[in-house]
């Protein structure tokens, strides 16, 4: 079993829909938890981070950590063809062996049509 | 641009050829890392090297080593390539005392026939 589980998707959604994208962990050790938007033939690009249980805004999206659950998910309102592209998921510990080393979900691939 | 530099962008290899994939950052991050991504598979880690004369190994390590050679540069050698070293390989960094997570380069899509 991954330490992180992700559905791979594809996902396709129309202009303007909410999207939910959802990361499941085995490792109660995970602290930090990131998400990560990669367009195609690129390299992945930071887009949310968090800390612990709780939720974060920016602008369209949200991210939200429940540890109690091991679960983990990014919300993007208002969704815009531009916000094509693989999401993945991503965390790690606070220390130990697994200092500032990240686990990464097999990625999410979103499209969003006008 | 600031940022994680990888060279080259593409490569074709026959089946047991050597190459080098080059990465420089400029951000004066001290740990550094290789990835590799798979369709289906996500990022997996190949080595990563936490500071400057350090470097261990990741999931993936083997058919490959590493060399750091100073605190910008962080190469991946393949010795003997074969076919199911055809991927997509990304090089990242990060400040070892940040949980902000890591500065990807653009990848190096590297082909075996």
């Known amino acids: 079993q991954k330490e992180v589980e992700q559905d791979p998707g594809p996902l396709s959604v129309p202009e303007g829909a909410i999207v939910s994208l959802n990361c499941t962990y085995s490792?109660?050790?995970?602290?930090?938890f990131m998400w990560y938007r990669q367009y195609s033939r690129k390299g992945p690009e930071l887009l949310m981070y968090t800390y612990s249980s709780g939720n974060k805004e920016d602008g369209r999206f949200t991210a939200q950590v429940d540890k109690s659950s091991k679960y983990i998910s990014l919300f993007i309102r208002d969704s815009q063809p531009s916000d094509s592209a693989t999401y993945l998921c991503a965390m790690k510990g606070a220390g130990g062996t697994s200092y500032g080393k990240l686990t990464f979900g097999q990625g999410t691939i979103l499209t969003v049509h006008p | 641009n600031a940022g994680v530099t990888q060279t080259p962008k593409f490569q074709v290899l026959k089946t047991g050829q050597s190459m080098t994939l080059q990465c420089a950052q400029d951000?004066?991050?001290?740990?550094m890392y290789w990835y590799r991504q798979d369709p289906g598979m996500g990022l997996r880690l190949i080595y990563y090297s936490a500071s400057e004369g350090t470097t261990d190994k990741g999931e993936v390590p083997n058919g490959y080593n590493v060399s750091r050679l100073n605190k910008r540069e962080f190469s991946l050698r393949l010795e003997s390539a074969a076919p199911s070293q055809t991927s997509v390989y990304f090089c990242?960094?990060?400040?070892?005392?940040?949980?902000?997570?890591?500065?990807f380069g653009s990848g190096t899509r590297l082909t075996v026939v």
């Open positions: 990242a960094s990060s400040d070892a005392d940040t949980n902000y997570g890591y500065t």
């Open positions: 490792n109660s050790a995970f602290q930090y």
């Open positions: 951000m004066n991050h001290n740990s």
